[in-house]
Each structure stands twice: as structure tokens, then as C-alpha cells.
């Protein structure tokens, strides 16, 4: 359960926007259920508001999570200009974006049997088409995006209590992300390692069948040529990332780290990259994307 701040403190805001079909509705009721004031489908332009009534609460309604959908009249300069003035006021203002694949977003809306908000006369493609490029400014903006492709509404709850569920904004959560370049890019990845350079493990007729949890493999994975060097180096550069995301206030940061089939090496090096974070007491989620998939 979330703690009350102190009615001195301005209130939060956190901004769910996204792909329509994407899951706002469930991280919404995931923040209702975190005790956050949830507000659904409200106009860019009545933010100011929102926090205005909220701060006469004096610490009742310390968290408010306002769901803005692309219906609203001049969407992205609306949004994008209100964080920046309500920013401008000192208060801690967040932006989430639920993004999915486009397969993704045609199958769940073939499901419910609905229209696409914006497809108009055409097809539903040309819906999600339009609506991602009229997100595009708002995503690049985003502090926390993600990718719901592969999740249930159940694992996207579980998500996003686990980056709200703690009333602590002091620290940085790092959420890394294993996964096979063959199977493609996390979409909602902040940083990808590339570790293809590395002897595949797929090529050792023991080590084939195991995956990079197993002690065997993940012992030939760090003692290859450039595996230390590596982590040693992008430990150094992470943590001037997390100096630096702090700095601006960005709480979350997805690193992924990729191989070919996201199997053996990538498995083995975002394990190591994570126990080297632990120690740096940051939070640390480990998600292998793609093992199993072979």
C-alpha cells in the first residue's frame, strides 16, 4: 500500500498515454489499486487543473494518474506543453506509454470486435498507423514506455505495481530485458547491448542445450575474449546513466541485451549485468524475453 505524503509536498502526477488497445484501462486500475486518484480521459489543457484541486486536499490526494488518450484536440503539443509547464512548477510530473506491435493491436481489436479510434472509412492498419505517428513526439518524450506485445493484462498489473508499488522516488529501477536479435528489438528498450561478438555457446555441442542460467554456460560466456572487458565497461557507463537519469528525475531505465536467439550469451551477460547493478543497490527485474522461443 502506497504512503501518504506530506500535505506540504506538491502532488505527483503520472501521464498513461500510449497506443489505443495498448492497455491504459489496466494500468490505470493497477494505479487505483496503489490508492493513486485516477482520472480517465481528461483533456491535456485540464492537467493544471487537476493538480490544482488535488494540492487543496493537503495530502489527500497525494498521487493523481490522469489516462490521455489520442482523441483529445491537439494531442501532442497539448500534453507535451502542459508537462513542461506543470514541471515548471515543481511538481513531479511522469509520462507512460503503452506501446505493442502492431499484429498485437490488430488481434485485440479484432477480439473486442471494435474500431480503431482513428481509422475512420479505412482499415483498422491505417488506424494504428495514424495514431502512431501522431504519438511519436509524446513517446520520444516519455519517462517509462511498455511494450505490453507479449503481456497479458495480469502481467501488465504485475508491472506497474512493481514500478509505482514503492512510495520511495530516490533510486533508480532497472528493468533488464534479454532477448534474440532474430526475434527482434524491444521496442520499449532505453539501451541495447549487442553481444553476437561473442562465441555462440549454440556451436558447443554440451552447452547447446542448456541456456545462459546454467553454471556451464554462463562460465563460457564471461570467460571469452572481451565478455569482462565489456561489462566491466558498460558497468561504468551505466552508472553514470543512473547518476544522470536521477539527476533529471527518470526513475526507470530498461536496459536490453541481445544475442541471436536470446538463448545463451544475452541469458548470461544480462544475469551478470544485473548481480553487478545489485551491488550498486539499485532494483533490478530481469526479464529473459525470448527463452523458450528456439
Known amino acids: 500500500m502506497t504512503q501518504t505524503r506530506s500535505s506540504d509536498l506538491p502532488p505527483e502526477i503520472v501521464i498513461v498515454t ?97 474500431p480503431h479510434p482513428l481509422q475512420g472509412d479505412g482499415r483498422l492498419t491505417d488506424g494504428i498507423s495514424r495514431e502512431r505517428e501522431l504519438l511519436r513526439a509524446v513517446r520520444g518524450e516519455a519517462d517509462l514506455v511498455i511494450d505490453t506485445s507479449q503481456l497479458n493484462v495480469h502481467q501488465l498489473k504485475t508491472k506497474v505495481i512493481g514500478f509505482f508499488g514503492d512510495a520511495e522516488e530516490a533510486h533508480l529501477r532497472a528493468n533488464i530485458v534479454s532477448f534474440g536479435y532474430k526475434h527482434g528489438l524491444p521496442v520499449d528498450a532505453d539501451l541495447v547491448i549487442d553481444c553476437r561478438f561473442l562465441p555462440n555457446p549454440h556451436w558447443v555441442p554440451d552447452l547447446r542445450p542448456m541456456n545462459g542460467r546454467d553454471a556451464p554456460v554462463r562460465e563460457y560466456v564471461l570467460a571469452q575474449r572481451g565478455a569482462k572487458e565489456l561489462l566491466d565497461a558498460y558497468t561504468e557507463v551505466l552508472r553514470l546513466l543512473v547518476a544522470g537519469y536521477l539527476r533529471e528525475g527518470k526513475h526507470y531505465m530498461t536496459l536490453a541485451v541481445g544475442c541471436t536467439g536470446g538463448k545463451h550469451r544475452s541469458v548470461a551477460m544480462a544475469e551478470e549485468f544485473s548481480r553487478r547493478l545489485h551491488e550498486d543497490d539499485l532494483e533490478v527485474h530481469v526479464v529473459h524475453r525470448d527463452l523458450g522461443r528456439e
Request: charged letters at 25%.
Open 18 to 114: 500510449g497506443m489505443s488497445g495498448a492497455g491504459r484501462s489496466t494500468a490505470a486500475r493497477a494505479l487505483e489499486d496503489l490508492e493513486w486518484f485516477v482520472v480517465d480521459n481528461l483533456p491535456p489543457g485540464l492537467l493544471p487543473t487537476m493538480i490544482e484541486l488535488a494540492g487543496r486536499t493537503h495530502g489527500a490526494v497525494p498521487r493523481v494518474a490522469a489516462v490521455v488518450d489520442v482523441r483529445s484536440m491537439a494531442f501532442t503539443e497539448d500534453l507535451l506543453s502542459t508537462v513542461e509547464e506543470v514541471r515548471g512548477q515543481g511538481i513531479l510530473a511522469r509520462i507512460v506509454f503503452l506501446e505493442a506491435s502492431d499484429d498485437s493491436l490488430v488481434r485485440r481489436f479484432e477480439a473486442v470486435r471494435r
